[in-house]
């Protein structure tokens, strides 16, 4: 320890690969998926590093070919969860003193690692586990993760090298100490790179942490807990359990020695969870950190000015793109009354020519949303649409489950800009637009910043500068990523840091120094070379 000022390696993203018809890649990731699809997995609790079987299980399906089982998973009771928060508690002294140099080369092996040799499985994994297409799981679970871990590595040392100043008689050292206790993590099932960077983040800071993935992301999280072992995680570093959320909440939050959350899923959820750590507040040892990343009713609108072929392409990319399952889909849009015409004839050829169904078939732009509640939850606004009067099915609007949860990605259009769907969030391919007078420009900003209680992203499209600052002012407490001539989705690490504010959770910015910051406790030190040997000052002299 503290035998140089050691530089890491600089951090760059993760080149996106093309996956092309032919492309050595294609066949690696489509070899695999058939494999894993035709073998099927245990998958046990992970504590202490010991694999462990409860008995009590579930079972894993692909949400497109919902009848195919790839395996089973093992839930915990309480017992375990007090395991898994006593085994952190326990690998807490030695991980937090191991010099940071050690940590950061476990996490940049578990880089190249998902780099290398376990890009196939962990796209194909993601691809079985959250149906996504091939190139959302590469710019998921390859490319974000991979950037996650590099970049988180470059911060955790710009953040040790921020010191204060110090004199020749005294020297000022910050100490940035993970939190005193452990950490839980509890991930969503949209992004595997999430539910990989939620309790690597806290670790890489020297944090021990309990791990709760998604019930509908476990096929593709047990890849990342493969990895996280290979790369050289110690045993009690990071504890994984599956089973009810709310039992294995309510255990964790009861702990004294709860330091911190770092959550990421939907609002009521987070809400939940801050209330009950208020409820507990009395018996921790230390004020928990709570880092939550949340919901969204992400938007798009266009000015007068913009190109209506840009647009039409940032709705169809931001609201469709892995079935609108994305935290910053675009969900609602407001298009001047001149632009329309323009952008629904492009709008409705996109939508048109989109392919449904399994990942497999790499033709498939489009495949099933994660579970039978999302796709009840859809299909029931879909329906509610069609019989409302005001509002209008323009493309889209049939569902079946017969094999697989598929929603055919849906446009509506709605004449009152507050109907339902255009300010509650779906979680799926549903975009609702909203057709304003060219007039009514300032008044339509004043509408997008008043019409949800979310404030994660939004984009506007305009050639007009004037506009474009004027919409930058204007909605800058209603997105925490704003997007200018760009669609709302697709934040890259190291690039656009991302989080929201207002109900989209504490914008504590993802793939930043600043989230890491969440995840320690300073400590200042100031030694004095020569201390003084007399309480008088000068001034008290004769
Ligand atoms: P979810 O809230 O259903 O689940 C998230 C996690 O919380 C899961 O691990 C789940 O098991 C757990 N959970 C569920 N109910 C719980 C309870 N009562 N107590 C404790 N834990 C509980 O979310 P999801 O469906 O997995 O993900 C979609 C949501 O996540 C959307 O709202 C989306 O906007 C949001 N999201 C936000 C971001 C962001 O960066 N802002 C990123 C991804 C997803």
Known sequence: MGKGFFQVPTALNETVKSYAPGTPEREEVLAT??????????????????????????TMSPPHDHQHILGTYHKAEKQHIQKAIDTALEAREKWANLAWEQRAAIFLRAAELIAGPYRAKINASTMLAQSKNIFQAEIDAACEFIDFLRFNVEFMTQIYEDQPDSTSASWNRLEYRPLEGFIYAITPFNFTAIAGNLPASAALMGNVVVWKPSDSQIYSAKVIVDIFKEAGVPDGVINVVYGDPVMITDTVLASPDFSGVHFTGSTHVFKDIWAKIGTNIHNYKTYPRIVGETGGKDFI?????????????????????????????????????????????????????????????????????????????????????????????????????????????????????????????????????????????????????????????????????????????????????FYINDKCTGAVVGQQPFGGARASGTNDKAGSYLNLLRWVSPRMIKETFVSPADYRYPFLGE
């Open 301 to 481: 609108i266009a000015h007068p000015s913009a190109n209506a072929k840009q647009v039409a392409t940032g709705i169809t990319r931001g609201a469709f793109e892995f079935q609108g399952q994305k935290c910053s889909a675009a969900s609602r849009a407001y298009i001047p009354k001149s632009l329309w015409a323009d952008v629904e004839k492009f709008l409705i050829e996109d939508v048109k020519s989109f392919k449904m169904g399994s990942p497999e078939d790499m033709g498939n732009f489009i495949t099933a949303v994660i579970h039978e509640g999302s796709f009840d939850k859809l299909a029931k606004y879909i329906d509610q649409a069609k019989n409302d009067s005001g509002v209008k099915v323009i493309a889209g609007g049939n569902y079946d489950k017969s094999k697989g949860y598929f929603i055919e990605p849906t446009v509506l259009l709605a004449e009152d800009p507050k109907y339902t769907t255009m300010c509650t969030e779906l979680f799926g391919p549903v975009v609702t637009i909203y057709v304003y007078e060219d007039d009514q420009w300032a008044e339509t900003l004043k509408l997008v910043d008043g019409t949800s209680e979310y404030a994660l992203t939004g984009a506007i499209f305009s050639t007009d500068r004037y506009a474009a600052a004027e919409a930058t002012k204007a909605l800058e407490n209603c997105a925490g990523n």
């Open 33 to 58: 998926y058939k494999s894993m699809y035709n073998s099927s997995i245990d998958v046990p609790l992970y504590i202490n590093g010991e694999e462990i079987r409860t008995g009590d299980t579930g």
